[in-house]
């Protein structure tokens, strides 16, 4: 299964993207899609996370309340709304998927077999 993620670009500050992840196979069910965001010279930070099943969230708390996560199941996308964006949100976010069944949303890349490749998000006046 391979995950495309799509969507970034250049935005100013204040500003809003949608990114979206689309998985290979129709058929593929993670635990939980999640979106992680890396700045050169730091590890991969989780931002949010979506479960397939029953859509329950969450978010990085640096995120919360300015993005939102949600699935599309039948066309098996998964999308982050991000609105309000700060210079600080410059990243490039990956998607990715848990095949986990342990019930809990996994904020460590670790717990992510399936990753996609990075879209760059650029906030800059």
């Known amino acids: 299964v391979q995950l495309q993620a799509s969507g970034g670009g250049l935005v100013q500050p204040g500003g809003s993207l949608k990114l979206s992840c689309a998985a290979s196979?129709?058929?593929?069910?993670?635990?939980?899609t999640g979106w992680f965001r890396q700045v050169p010279g730091k590890e991969r930070a989780f931002v949010a996370a979506i479960t397939v099943n029953n859509g329950r969230t969450r978010y990085a708390d640096s995120v919360q309340g300015r993005f939102t996560i949600s699935r599309d199941n039948a066309a098996n996308v998964v999308y982050l709304q991000m609105n309000s964006l700060t210079p600080d949100d410059t990243a490039a976010y990956y998607c990715?998927?848990?095949?986990?069944?342990?019930?809990?949303?996994?904020?460590?890349?670790?717990?992510?077999?399936?990753w996609g490749q990075g879209t760059q998000v650029t906030v800059s006046s």
């Open positions: 196979s129709s058929t593929f069910r993670p635990f939980a």
């Open positions: 990715a998927a848990d095949t986990g069944r342990n019930g809990v949303i996994a904020t460590r890349a670790a717990a992510y077999e399936y």
